[in-house]
C-alpha cells in the first residue's frame, strides 16, 4: 500500500489519525518528515473548501497521497459559529483555554446547549488527479464547565450524545469510536481498502 501524508501541524490530529491508520495497519508519516513547507492560508468559507485547499497544496508539494483534515465545533445557540473559525474563535491567535472561556461566556445565558463538531477529510491522490472527500459528523452538548485533560481544543466541555464522559475523558481509540474525525477516517479506511 502507498503511504499516506498526514498533512496537518496539529499534533493532537496526527496522534488520533495515527491511533487509527496503525490500528488499521495502513502506513503513513507525517509532515515532520520533510523539510519544512510553508502552510498554505485556510481562508475559505467552508471545511470541505479547506480541507480540499490543503490537500492539493501539499499533495503538489510533495507528489504523494495526501490526506488534509479541516475540522470544528458548530454551536447551535451561536448559529453555526464557531465553524471553520474554531481555532480563531477567541482572538486571532487564541489558546485552546481562551477558546473555551471565550465559548463558555457566548453561552452564559443560553438553555440550548447543543452543539456538533464536523470534520472533513479530503485524500488528494498524486499529482492532484483525484481528490475524494470524507465527512463525519457528533453531536452533543457544550457543558457549564470544563471537564477532562486528554484532547485538545474544546474535548473539555464536549459531551457527545449517549456518553457518560467529554472527548477530553476519553483515550485517543475511545474518541476516534464516535467522532467526526474517526466517522470520517472509517470512509477513507474503507475506499483504501479497495483502491491499493
Ligand atoms: P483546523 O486545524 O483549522 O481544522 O482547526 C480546527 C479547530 O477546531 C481546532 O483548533 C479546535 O479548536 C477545533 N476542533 C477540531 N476538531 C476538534 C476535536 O476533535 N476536538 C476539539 N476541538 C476540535
Same mark, same amino acid.
Given at each position: 500500500?502507498? *503511504?499516506?501524508?498526514?498533512?496537518?501541524?496539529?499534533?493532537?490530529?496526527?496522534?488520533?489519525?495515527?491511533?487509527?491508520?496503525?490500528?488499521?495497519?495502513?502506513?503513513?508519516?507525517?509532515?515532520?518528515?520533510? !523539510?519544512?513547507?510553508?502552510?498554505?492560508?485556510? !481562508?475559505?468559507?467552508?471545511?470541505?473548501?479547506?480541507?480540499?485547499? *490543503?490537500?492539493?497544496?501539499?499533495?503538489?508539494?510533495?507528489?504523494?497521497?495526501?490526506?488534509?483534515?479541516?475540522?470544528?465545533?458548530?454551536?447551535?445557540?451561536? *448559529?453555526?459559529?464557531?465553524?471553520?473559525?474554531?481555532?480563531?474563535?477567541?482572538?486571532?491567535?487564541?489558546?485552546?483555554?481562551?477558546?473555551?472561556?471565550?465559548?463558555?461566556?457566548?453561552?452564559? !445565558?443560553?438553555?440550548?446547549?447543543?452543539?456538533?463538531?464536523?470534520?472533513?477529510?479530503?485524500?488528494?491522490?498524486?499529482?492532484? *488527479?483525484?481528490?475524494?472527500?470524507?465527512?463525519?459528523?457528533?453531536?452533543?452538548?457544550?457543558?457549564?464547565?470544563?471537564?477532562?485533560?486528554?484532547?485538545?481544543?474544546?474535548?473539555?466541555?464536549?459531551?457527545? !450524545?449517549?456518553?457518560?464522559?467529554?472527548?477530553?475523558?476519553?483515550?485517543?481509540?475511545?474518541?476516534?469510536?464516535?467522532?467526526?474525525?474517526?466517522?470520517?477516517?472509517?470512509?477513507?479506511?474503507?475506499?483504501?481498502?479497495?483502491?491499493?
Amino acid at each position: 500500500m502507498n *503511504k499516506v501524508v498526514i498533512a496537518t501541524s496539529n499534533k493532537h490530529k496526527v496522534k488520533e489519525i495515527n491511533t487509527f491508520l496503525s490500528s488499521h495497519k495502513m502506513d503513513s508519516v507525517g509532515l515532520n518528515e520533510f !523539510d519544512p513547507i510553508e502552510p498554505p492560508v485556510e !481562508d475559505a468559507e467552508t471545511f470541505l473548501g479547506n480541507a480540499e485547499l *490543503k490537500a492539493l497544496y501539499y499533495s503538489k508539494k510533495l507528489e504523494m497521497t495526501v490526506m488534509a483534515d479541516d475540522s470544528g465545533l458548530c454551536v447551535n445557540a451561536l *448559529k453555526g459559529a464557531p465553524g471553520v473559525r474554531s481555532s480563531r474563535f477567541a482572538s486571532e491567535n487564541a489558546s485552546d483555554e481562551e477558546n473555551n472561556n471565550y465559548l463558555l461566556e457566548q453561552l452564559s !445565558d443560553q438553555k440550548d446547549r447543543r452543539a456538533y463538531f464536523q470534520c472533513v477529510i479530503a485524500l488528494c491522490l498524486p499529482e492532484a *488527479k483525484r481528490i475524494i472527500f470524507f465527512v463525519g459528523k457528533c453531536e452533543g452538548v457544550i457543558l457549564n464547565e470544563l471537564q477532562g485533560a486528554k484532547g485538545f481544543g474544546y474535548d473539555p466541555l464536549f459531551l457527545p !450524545d449517549g456518553a457518560s464522559k467529554t472527548f477530553a475523558e476519553m483515550t485517543s481509540q475511545e474518541k476516534n469510536k464516535i467522532s467526526h474525525r474517526g466517522i470520517a477516517l472509517g470512509g477513507v479506511e474503507k475506499f483504501l481498502t479497495f483502491q491499493f
